[in-house]
């Protein structure tokens, strides 16, 4: 059987990039060793595979360290230095931008929003903060049921006229 030229021709552009795909082994298989087999496929005896190269595993290794180092942000350095209130509102804005974007190429309608009150200027102290006890909500819960109680409960009779006339002839 035949093979369509568009099945194959990728491949050779990826790796003049120097690009593999994500099913690629990430060390070319040792001289003398057949291609890997899909389980419950029979595999041709072969001898004991050769030595490999250390420079194929090192810079195999490095490409991989390379990678993840590029794709990761260290927040253990940022914590040494103090930053100014213009920085952490410009850091702030350029966080939710990010969020925003990501948000929308994702097809979620919809602007991020910080959770935390607009007059709170320090959320680092707000967030460290003890959180509030469960007797203090349970407090504020039953005094705003019975609040809420008291106001169903007033009621106005009318006795009178409220505006009363002045002898005006």
Avoid: W
Wanted: glycine share 8%; with cysteine; net charge negative.
């Amino acid at each position: 059987m035949g093979c369509c030229g568009s099945c194959f021709g990728d491949q050779d552009k990826e790796l003049q990039d120097g690009q593999g795909r994500e099913t690629d082994p990430l060390i070319n298989p040792v001289n003398g060793q057949g291609p890997t087999h899909a389980y419950g496929e029979s595999r041709p005896i072969t001898q004991a595979p050769l030595p490999q190269t250390r420079g194929d595993e090192t810079s195999a290794l490095s490409k991989i360290l390379h990678d993840t180092a590029s794709h990761i942000i260290d927040v253990s350095s940022a914590e040494g230095r103090g930053i100014e209130q213009h920085e952490f509102h410009d850091k702030a804005r350029q966080y939710s931008n990010k969020i925003n974007m990501v948000l929308s190429s994702s097809g979620r309608t919809g602007k991020y929003k910080s959770t935390l009150p607009n007059g709170v200027s320090a959320p680092q102290i707000v967030l460290a903060a003890q959180p509030i006890s469960l007797a203090d909500i349970d407090l504020i819960t039953n005094a705003a049921a019975k609040a809420a109680q008291v106001m169903r409960d007033v009621k106005v009779e009318h006795k009178e006229d409220l505006v009363v006339p002045f002898g005006v002839p």
